[in-house]
Nanobody, 122 residues
Framework: VHLVESGGGLVQAGGSLRLSCAAS????????MGWFRQAPGKEREFVAG????????EYADSVKGRFTISRDNAKNAGYLQMNSLKPEDTAAYYC????????????????WGQGTQVTVSS
């Protein structure tokens, strides 16, 4: 499955962005989806995950209550709604796909997008 992220940009602290992940190739509904991020000089970290059906989601503690992951299998797309953004959310954001259950370990995801940059100014 081929993944392409979009929706990143520059936003002030407290603002919102919605990232999208467009999937093509194999049926997107066969895969769980995860969002990860990587800031300069830091390791890639799990942000949020959603299983193949959308009925189960998981979030990193740092984004709980601010970010919402969702998907639309009919459109072969996934989303990450980011509200109340903070400067520490600044990073390149990646969507990834695997199996049918989302997990937090990045090395469990065989399919990755190219990333989209999110910059939050203070």
């Amino acid at each position: 499955v081929h993944l392409v992220e979009s929706g990143g940009g520059l936003v002030q602290a407290g603002g919102s962005l919605r990232l999208s992940c467009a999937a093509s190739g194999r049926a997107f509904s066969n895969y769980a989806m995860g969002w990860f991020r990587q800031a300069p000089g830091k390791e890639r970290e799990f942000v949020a995950g959603i299983n193949w059906s959308g009925r189960s989601t998981e979030y990193a503690d740092s984004v709980k209550g601010r970010f919402t992951i969702s998907r639309d299998n009919a459109k072969n797309a996934g989303y990450l709604q980011m509200n109340s953004l903070k400067p520490e959310d600044t990073a390149a954001y990646y969507c990834a796909a695997r199996g049918i259950v989302a997990v937090t370990a990045s090395n469990e995801y065989p399919y990755w997008g190219q990333g989209t940059q999110v910059t939050v100014s203070s």
